[in-house]
């Protein structure tokens, strides 16, 4: 194989993980860290998709330059929004019931797909990238290549670099993580943990809705989104360890790859090869590649 | 300060606090009493870490029964919890810097790390590094950190080298000295009486009787009965 067609694959491979990380980085921190089993992860996706599309449309019409700024800043409020009432009126008074939780939530997420059908309809819909970041830019040893694949890889880094810092230097951080060790023992220290839990779904639901926007501009936006994305979350918040920021950010960049060397090399069977890599994680490594493991 | 008047609290089945009344003023009171008493669930259930069955919880004249943790903090207590109970995935440093009110409190981060000049050498260390009375000094300076008008120390000394005993014993006559009331649950008698003038012996779930320190010292009778001490006192 040519070693431009080589790096291009890898290229693909590394935009798509980019994407992935985004939306699997929200889950991560819900499931991970809050321990709650947010299968409504794919709609919050959906819902943000949908929800930016309708403001970036009428603006895009018009000519605005920043409509899909616009649809971006609006995907990610509403979502996080869904998410803050989702925390606050469904998922907060069964803290620690999983089971019941990712009930709840697949029922979440089936009537929001079906109202979103019911009032969007089936078109599948596709937003454009403003002026600036549309169009190709030259990458050395692949020639050229779509400039908003390559500004998505920066989106990632930076999402992945602001939740470091989150976790690591804030206030917030600190609560969230001390929350993971004993919520009890953290809310006799006078923290009040279920402002934090919500305060985590809100930026959890919020990532969900970036990749939402960021997702329909590089590939149309369509019924079923929910479902992928949810799935691809699961998948890699596995491979890379539950609650590791920088676990969920190797598990994404290993199924991207995986997706876009599979296609290459055996179309036919490439979905196969993502989930024998999850397969060979849950047998070797159980708590994934970077998780921790809980005694 | 702290008044607790008639208290019951039930675990299903298990009735482990029946009727407890006891009564925190400005000076430190200790609970002794022997395992499974309901000396920690007392400490539990006055931080809303429990739920009560029925009977009062009076702190500043308002009521505590049935709020939140954090509202009970956040109205001045504190507690040390049995088994520490410090955060893994935290630094010692960043224990403080949570917990930190600001440098115009009586207990700031620097203050802490003067009291206990060891945890200032292991602040980048995590909780899981530290040793039993590292782990202490740690749930003892963030309960400070939070200024509380009242602290619940439940058993600090247990685990704990003679030295750092002796230390701490120090550590809270100072802060009773400072206007800071005291709820010491101990095993450890030479602590509690060390600490308070008043004892209040636990047994199975009430407070049996309240008797002065240098009076429960003195009366080998009562502690081997309440204690189980053999008389002569060493434990």
């Known amino acids: 194989m040519a070693a431009d067609l ?44 949908y929800a930016g599309y309708a403001v970036f449309e009428p603006l895009y019409d018009q000519d605005v330059w920043w409509a899909w700024y616009a649809g971006v800043a609006w995907g990610v409020v509403v979502a996080a929004v869904v998410g803050t009432v989702m925390q606050k009126f469904l998922l907060g008074w069964m803290q620690g019931q999983e089971l019941r939780q990712a009930l709840v939530t697949i ?18 819909r596709q937003f454009f990238a403003p002026d600036a970041i549309f169009g190709a830019s030259a990458v050395p040893g692949v020639g050229n290549y779509p400039t908003f694949r390559l500004v998505q890889i920066g989106i990632a880094v930076a999402v992945g670099v602001a ?18 060790d004993d919520r ?9 943990v279920p402002l934090v839990a919500i305060a985590v779904f809100a930026l959890g639901a919020g990532l969900a809705g970036l990749g939402g926007v960021i997702g329909s501009t590089a590939q149309p936006l369509s019924q079923g989104m929910d479902g992928r994305f949810l799935l691809i979350a699961l998948v890699v918040v596995i491979v890379g360890g539950m609650g590791s920021i920088t676990g969920t950010a190797l598990g994404a960049v290993m199924i991207g790859l995986a997706e876009q060397i599979g296609q290459a090399l055996f ?25 921790r493991a809980t005694p | 300060m702290l008044r607790i008047t008639d ?28 395992n ?3 000396k920690t669930t007392l400490c539990q259930t006055i931080m809303g870490m429990v739920k009560s069955a029925e009977g009062a919880i009076e702190f500043d004249g308002t009521s505590l029964v049935g709020l939140a943790s954090n509202k009970i903090a956040n109205r001045g207590l504190a507690i040390v919890p049995q088994g520490r109970r410090t955060f893994p995935s935290l630094t010692v440093h960043e224990h403080l810097k949570l917990f930190s009110q600001g440098s115009n409190k009586p207990w700031t981060i620097e203050r802490v790390y003067e009291t206990f000049p060891r945890l200032a050498e292991r602040r980048g260390n995590g909780g899981t590094q530290l040793s039993g009375g590292e782990q ?5 300076g963030r309960a400070l950190l939070l200024n509380p008008k009242l602290v619940i120390m439940d058993e600090p000394s247990e685990g704990l080298a003679p030295v750092i005993v002796d230390h701490l014993i120090e550590v809270l006559k100072q802060l009773s000295a400072e206007g800071m009331g005291v709820l010491l649950v101990e095993q450890n008698l030479k602590v509690a009486t060390s600490v308070a003038e008043t004892v209040a012996i636990m047994v199975t779930g009430r407070v049996a009787t309240t008797m002065s320190a240098a009076a429960l010292a003195a009366d080998d009778d009562a502690k081997r009965r309440y204690l189980g001490v053999a008389a002569g006192g060493h434990h």
Request: hydrophobic letters at 60%; proline letters at 3%.
């Open chain 1, 107 to 124: 029922g979440v997420s089936i009537i929001v797909a079906d109202q979103l059908l019911a009032f969007y309809g089936g078109n599948p």
């Open chain 1, 267 to 291: 179309p036919t069977y490439s979905v196969i090869l993502t989930f024998v890599i999850m397969v060979a994680v849950l047998a070797l490594r159980p708590q994934g590649l970077l998780g």
């Open chain 2, 136 to 140: 202490q000094m740690l749930a003892i």
């Open chain 1, 163 to 180: 939740l470091w810092v989150i976790l690591n230097k804030t206030k917030l951080g600190l609560m969230v993580r001390a929350g993971v």
């Open chain 1, 6 to 49: 080589v790096l291009t694959i890898v290229l693909n491979g590394l935009t798509l993980a980019a994407l992935y990380f985004i939306v699997a980085s929200g889950f991560s921190l819900i499931f991970g860290l809050m321990r709650t089993v947010n299968m409504a992860h794919g709609a919050l996706y959906l819902i943000a998709g």
């Open chain 2, 7 to 34: 208290l019951h609290v039930r675990f299903g089945q298990a009735h482990i606090l029946q009727g407890v009344s006891l009564e925190v003023a400005d000076k430190p009171i200790a609970v002794v009493g022997r």
């Open chain 2, 36 to 38: 499974g008493m309901g």
């Open chain 1, 184 to 192: 009890e023992m953290l809310a006799a220290c006078g923290v009040n």
